[in-house]
Each structure stands twice: as structure tokens, then as C-alpha cells.
């Protein structure tokens, strides 16, 4: 019972690297979804993908990129790294738009 | 504009008591959804309950209810005969659109820390 996956579980890169956050789902899911949490603040959703081969924007999405690579994937991307990324990235995944979203167990980064 | 308030940054609870965690909402939408979400020391969010704007009853879940009151926007969570296990982060999350629909946006309010005591 795997759920939604996450890799690394940590991450710390230096200003100006990149990066790859995975998430797979094994839930036969459709959307899957990416947010960031911060102290204070909740979750904020960057980027969503409704189904395979679509990608749509959310409240915070600069400084982002993601790709749906199949049914199962959906990757998160940091082109070049800010301390102002340091924070917990979630992966969530639902069967349909509007339905009850599973998380994966997070990833804990900072940029130094 | 959607928005979810949460006004208790932190409780207390002795542990079998129940507690109400209050959540409140801003939507323009007649379809919408609510969820809350409990984030253990571990960080994971495990889903607790969901309540549809058009459910006539309130939800429950087991220990879990939710006490819906369209007519003031609220949607707070009811734990009862708490448990030291429940000590954890509860987030209130709102959705606008129907249940199924195209609407993927989760909206998050800032949580409330629940410590339940011995």
C-alpha cells in the first residue's frame, strides 16, 4: 500500500542549483498536485495536473517547472534554487479534480 | 475571494475530553467542498473528513465530526474521547466546485496545534 511516493526525503542544495523532486502514485489516480509549506502559512498549491499531458498553474508557481511524465509521474522542478524555496514540498494525487487528495510523506529541503 | 480562517493557533485537551477545532470559509461558489487534515510530528497529512457544500447531515468519521453551518461559514471539526495519538497539527482545507469535478484547487488555512494531555 504505497500510496504517493516521494524522493529524496531531504534535500540541501546551494543557491543557484538544481533540482528534481519525483512523486509517483499508485492509486490509479488522475490529478496530482505539488504544495509547498511553510511556517505559519499552510500548504500552497504551485502546480496541478488534472490528467496525463496537462499541467495548469497554482498560487505560487514562480520558479517552478513540473512534468507529467505518465499517469504515475509527476515531477517538480527547481531551475535555479533561492533560500526563498527553502520549505516542505507535498505530492498529492486524486482520482478526479474534485475528490479527497492523498499526500505523500513530504520533502524536507533548504537552500543554503 | 476563497478563503479559510483557522483562529486557533494552538489547544489543549485533556485526553477522553472532546474538543472543537474551528475552521470558517469565504466563497462565492454554491458548490464547494471541505476537508480536514491531520499532520502528525511525522509530517505526513493523512485525510480525516470531507463535507460537501450540499450534504444535508454533517460528516462523521469515527471520532471525527464535522460540525457544518453554511449559514455562518463554518466548518469545525469535532474530536471526541480525545486520544494522546490525536496530539498533532489540523489543517482545514476548502475546495470550490462540485465533488468530481474539474476544480483541483485545495485551499489550506494555517492549522491548529492540538495537544492532548495525560
Known amino acids: 500500500n504505497a500510496g504517493v511516493t516521494q524522493t529524496p526525503k531531504f534535500q540541501v542544495l546551494k543557491t543557484g542549483q538544481s533540482m528534481t523532486l519525483q512523486c509517483a502514485q499508485d492509486m490509479n489516480h488522475n490529478s496530482m498536485y505539488w504544495y509547498r509549506q511553510d511556517p505559519g502559512m499552510g500548504l500552497r498549491l504551485i502546480y496541478y495536473?488534472?490528467?496525463?499531458?496537462?499541467?495548469d498553474k497554482g498560487e505560487v508557481p514562480n520558479g517552478y517547472n513540473v512534468s507529467r511524465l505518465n499517469k504515475r509521474e509527476f515531477s517538480l522542478r527547481l531551475e535555479s534554487a533561492a533560500p526563498s524555496q527553502t520549505s516542505v514540498y507535498f505530492c498529492?494525487?486524486?482520482?478526479?479534480?474534485?475528490?479527497?487528495?492523498?499526500f505523500g510523506a513530504g520533502t524536507r529541503l533548504s537552500v543554503l | 475571494a476563497q478563503k479559510i480562517t483557522q483562529t486557533q493557533p494552538g489547544m489543549f485537551v485533556q485526553e477522553k475530553e472532546a474538543v472543537t477545532l474551528d475552521c470558517t470559509y469565504d466563497?462565492?461558489?454554491?458548490?464547494?467542498?471541505l476537508f480536514w487534515y491531520k499532520q502528525p510530528s511525522s509530517g505526513e497529512m493523512i485525510f480525516l473528513i470531507y463535507?460537501?457544500?450540499?450534504?444535508?447531515q454533517n460528516a462523521t468519521e469515527g471520532r471525527y465530526s464535522l460540525n457544518f453551518q453554511k449559514a455562518r461559514k463554518s466548518a469545525n471539526l469535532v474530536i471526541s474521547a480525545s486520544q494522546l495519538g490525536d496530539s498533532a497539527m489540523y489543517f482545514c482545507a476548502m475546495r470550490e466546485g462540485s465533488y468530481g469535478g474539474a476544480t483541483n484547487k485545495l485551499i489550506f488555512g494555517t492549522g491548529t496545534l492540538l495537544a492532548v494531555q495525560p
Open positions: 498529492a494525487s486524486s482520482d478526479k479534480g474534485g475528490n479527497i487528495q492523498y
Open positions: 463535507q460537501g457544500s450540499y450534504d444535508q
Open positions: 495536473s488534472a490528467s496525463e499531458g496537462t499541467t
Open positions: 466563497t462565492s461558489d454554491p458548490s464547494y467542498g
